[in-house]
Each structure stands twice: as C-alpha cells, then as structure tokens.
C-alpha cells in the first residue's frame, strides 16, 4: 500500500492509473478502523482496480466540548488492516493540508433541509463540515465510486444529495451496519464503553428493532412509538438525543402511509454519544 501525505503526491499517483485506464474507488475513514471499515474496504475492492482510503480526523465536523482531542488514533494498525483488506493507496493529510489557512477562512460545504434534522439539530455545524471534507476528497481523489456505511444513515444521505447537487457523478455505496455478536453497531466511539455500557448500549438496537416490529405489526402512532422508545432509553439510564421514526429519502418525520421508513436512534450511554439505525420496507 502507498501512503500519500500531500494532496499534490496523491493527484500525481491517481492520474498515472488513469492513464492505465484503471477505476478508482474511494472510502473516506476517521480512523481507528474496525471491522465495519473493513468491510467498506473489501466492497470497494469488489467495484474498482484501485481503492483509495483516506484517514483523517477532521476538525470542522466537532463541535466544541466535543471528543476531537481524544478521538482514538491508532494508525499503525488502521495501516495494516488496510493493508490486508486490499487498499492499495492511503491519504492520510494533516489538518494544515487539508485547511491550508485555518478553519475560519475555508469555503464551506452545505447540504439544506437534509442536514436540518436529527443529528443536525444536536451537533449544530456538524453536516456543515462532513460535507465540506468529503468535497474535497471528492474532489482530490476524483474516484468512480465512494463507498459508505449505513451506521451513519443521515452522512449517507447528505453525501448522496451533495453528489447530486453538485454533479461529481460519483456512484456512491451504502454498506450496512457490522454489528458484533450481540447486535452492537461496531463504531470507535465504543472503546470508550466500559463492559456494563456496553450491555446497556444495546438496549439502542433492541429498542430499534422492537419498535420496527410494532410498526410491520400495523401500529402507526409513531408519536406514541417515539415516546415509549425515549422512556425505554430513560429507563436504562441513557440519555435519548432523539428516537425518529422518517421517510428513508428525505429524513422527515413519516406519515401512516409512508412505506420506506427508516428509524433513526442517538442516546448517551454514559458520556459517549452512539448513533443506531434500522430500515423497514412495508
């Protein structure tokens, strides 16, 4: 795998395989990789000759009192996963590459409406800066193909919108949510979990799937269904950030004649914030 810092050393490496005539996918990754990324890693080596990764920590999606300081770093060993996974290219800038002259002075990247809701409403700023970040890779790497999990189902939908909005004409792929043997969507946020949050996070996914079954069950008073997750999650001593039952294409609240839906779950175990998903196709 060839590791690029400068943004001038990957172009000169991504054009010479395009003039091999080879496809190029991209999966943009914080770090800390765990299963679920590799996962991602081994679905854009299925679509494309080349898969680029990129590996940073960026600062305009934390809002302030967030966990940028201390998000887990682990490079040597995101390096050899990535490596075993088949990447053949990471990019792993730092933030003066990527934002040459500070935060403050840099264009930003906004997805509206879409953005608005659920984590947008908690984390004011946040899709601002995933949008942003992901259009310069966008833009850097130039792939044919972005490949993304569904953990994160409002990033995947702001990305898919800006890819359209903006015409990078990239193919975008959602992979689903890895959990680990008991349901627990993977994510690097949990290694702050200790064994006793780790049991109560998984009150997120029961409480996901118990309410999906209600709703394939006929139940349609999603107000009631919502309020009864929350006092679930109170009940276990988490903290409800939001339990939304939506439209899947637009993220807004669902109507009794909605037929995609997809719930969307964060709740605080603890001090860590985890996000949780699950779609139902009635």
Same mark, same amino acid.
């Given at each position: ?50 898969v680029v990764s990129s590996i ?22 995101? !390096?050899? &996963?990535?490596? +075993?996974?088949? %990447? ?6 730092? $933030? ?26 908690s984390r004011p700023g946040h ?17 044919d193909h972005a490949v993304f ?9 702001? !990305?898919? &919108?800006?890819? +359209?909005?903006? %015409? ?6 959602? $992979? ?107």
């Amino acid at each position: 795998m060839i590791i690029c810092h400068q943004a001038s050393e990957l172009h000169q490496l991504l054009n010479t395989y395009r003039r091999e005539g080879k496809s190029i996918a991209l999966v943009p990754t914080m770090g800390n990789l765990h299963r679920g990324h590799v996962r991602l890693i081994e679905k854009a080596v299925g679509l494309a000759d080349i898969v680029v990764s990129s590996i940073f920590v960026n600062p305009m999606q934390f809002g302030r009192h967030e966990d940028l300081d201390k998000y887990p770093r682990t490079p040597d060993a995101d !390096i050899e &996963k990535l490596t +075993a996974a088949g %990447c053949a290219v990471l990019f792993a800038p730092s $933030v003066k590459e990527m934002y040459p002259l500070g935060l403050v002075e840099h264009t930003v990247v906004s997805v509206p409406a879409i953005s608005a809701r659920h984590c947008g409403a908690s984390r004011p700023g946040h899709f601002d800066g995933v949008a942003t970040v992901v259009s310069k890779l966008f833009n850097l790497v130039k792939p044919d193909h972005a490949v993304f999990g569904l953990k994160d189902y409002q990033q995947f939908k702001v !990305i898919r &919108k800006m890819n +359209a909005d903006m %015409c990078f004409g990239i193919q975008l792929t959602g $992979v689903a949510t890895e959990r680990d043997e008991n349901g627990l969507a993977l994510s690097s946020r949990n290694g702050y979990l200790s064994a006793a949050e780790k049991h109560t996070a998984l009150t997120i996914i029961q409480t996901l799937r118990s309410t999906a079954a209600q709703i394939e069950n006929g139940m349609r008073d999603f107000a009631a269904l919502e309020q009864a997750a929350k006092s679930v999650f109170e009940s276990r001593q988490m903290r409800p950030d939001y339990f939304s039952i939506c439209r899947a294409d637009t993220l807004a609240p669902a109507s009794a004649d909605d037929k995609q839906l997809v719930i969307l779950a964060a709740a605080y175990v603890g001090t860590t914030r985890l996000i949780d998903n699950i779609e139902i196709n009635l």
